[in-house]
């Protein structure tokens, strides 16, 4: 009797793992119809979703983890507008030709790009310095705070003999500033990149059962696509920078004495540096859209007031310690109509801002003065 009561357990679970199997066939089916039927532009975003995270289990991600500042983005070619060291453009030369000031550029997305305001500013001394030819290198990238800020600048930014070195590290740091026990190293928000890194020095997704299982559902049913696009936006959690190199840690609604005092050390570190090789210490302030327009999510009131008094932060840091200031957040205005969200704008809005930088360089005697010639680096 027990030998055909089991077999009547065993096709009772073979007829319920059928039945699930068809019931989900089923609802996947009826998700395309419909779909098809209503909406190309959702059919085009979960394909457009696929292809982007999905193409492959073993994907190659546009950044690749470094052993001393967290990541940098992958070098892919001599068409891609990233040298070797990962950072946006052509490959850099050490060595600082006659008649040539250097402005090396720090800071996070508002930083970041090919033609972000760094490569406007170069653009713009340029146009207005007749005797001396300007170079700037720029070592922003997307989630940078001041702590990778500090070893980015400590290793390449100083190997490059600049004569100014300009920071624009305001949003990113408040959320490390704001844990309720902030470590300061910012470790408990900033951790390795949990992605598989290639021989080649390429990182890739990881590949656990879960990871697996998720990108063979991904691949099959759209209708697990279209819950992904819904649970978590445009990019998945295994494609998230952010979610790739932080932690989630508990926080405050503003940042606590001790969170600010790390952050402003953090910039101490950078100008003590500078000042100690020859440069000059620019800090800046970071403008937001602070009014609501067609098309781009409203700004949070509790953002906006937490940024404002990040950058009256940045103002009295940049008085007590003598250094030159930006105010770029005085622009916000002027560039409502180019923020692309939050905080990032189109190249019209780089432009204005590398011309208020020009203004304040060329004003504090930029090219008037003569090059740092002190650092002579090693090949």
Known sequence: MNNFSDIGVGRKVIFGLLATVLFFCLVEVGFRVVVSLTSDRLTSMIGQYRTQFYSHINQELAYRPHPYFGYVRRDKGDNDAINRLGFWGSEWAVDKPVDTIRVVALGGSTTAGPL???????????????????????????????????????????SLDPDMVVVHCVNNDMEPMRAI????????????????????????YKQDFGDVVDAVAAQWSNLYVYAKLFDSGAVPT???????????????????AE??????????SVAALAEANGATMVLTTMPALAVARPGIPTV????????????????????????????????????????????????????????????????????????????????
């Open 116 to 158: 972000a305001w760094p490569y406007q500013l170069e653009v713009e001394l340029n146009g207005r310095l007749v005797d001396k030819k300007v170079q700037v290198h720029n070592l922003g990238m997307g989630g940078w705070t001041s702590a990778e800020a500090v070893a980015a600048f400590s290793t390449v930014g100083l």
């Open 181 to 204: 026990a902030p470590e300061v190293d910012y470790s408990h928000y900033r951790r390795a990149m949990d992605v598989v890194q290639t021989d080649a020095g390429a990182a890739t």
């Open 238 to 256: 295994r494609a998230s920078l952010h979610g790739l190199t932080t932690w989630a840690t508990d926080t405050t609604a503003e940042p606590s």
């Open 259 to 268: 969170g600010i005092a790390i952050f402003e050390r953090n910039l101490r």
């Open 300 to 379: 949070p009131d509790g953002h906006l007031k937490s940024l404002a008094s990040q950058n009256e932060r940045l103002r009295q840091l940049a008085a007590r310690e003598g250094w030159l200031l930006v105010d770029l957040a005085k622009l916000s205005d002027e560039l409502t109509t180019t923020f692309e969200d939050a905080i990032h704008v189109d190249i019209r809005g780089e432009q204005i801002k590398a011309r208020a930088i020009a203004d304040a360089l060329v004003q504090a005697g930029i090219g008037s003065q003569p090059v740092n010639t002190e650092i002579t680096p090693s090949k």
